[in-house]
């Protein structure tokens, strides 16, 4: 069975710092984009970044670059999300999600901002932004 579990979020005042992780397991993830999204209240969710099955590539939100970095491990099954000057408008329940690349053309990325291309998800972990 896959499973995608996130890790790390919490409380924190503005300008801090907090680092999710994202462990998946349940099959070999070493051909999936990782991804992370985040809904705030009242709100659709929305991507955040993601990074390919390589690494090689991240990609970001224009509200959040600059100030988020995106890793993962060497075992390809693990993910991060360095977030730096968090803000109180970064306050949201965030996923961490995986998409199969194999399913595309090596040299295209449209779909890697796009929620609905994602093949499994996490529950989701919650992080709050205090003035």
């Known amino acids: 069975q896959v499973q995608l579990v996130e890790s790390g979020g919490g409380l924190v005042q503005a300008g801090g710092s907090l680092r999710l992780s994202c462990a998946a397991s349940g099959r070999t993830f070493s051909n999936y984009a990782m991804g992370w999204f985040r809904q705030a209240p009242g709100k659709e969710r929305e991507f955040v970044s993601a990074?390919?099955?390589?690494?090689?590539?991240?990609y970001y939100a224009d509200s959040v670059k600059g100030r988020f970095t995106i890793s993962r491990g060497n075992a390809k099954n693990t993910a991060y999300l360095q977030m730096n000057s968090l803000k109180p408008e970064d306050t949201a329940v965030y996923y961490c999600?995986?998409?199969?690349?194999?399913?595309?053309?090596?040299?295209?990325?449209?779909?890697?901002?796009?929620?609905?291309?994602?093949?499994?998800w996490g529950q989701g972990t919650q992080v709050t932004v205090s003035q």
């Open positions: 990074i390919s099955w390589s690494a090689g590539s991240t």
């Open positions: 999600a995986a998409l199969n690349q194999e399913r595309y053309y090596s040299g295209s990325d449209y779909y890697i901002r796009d929620q609905n291309e994602y093949d499994y």
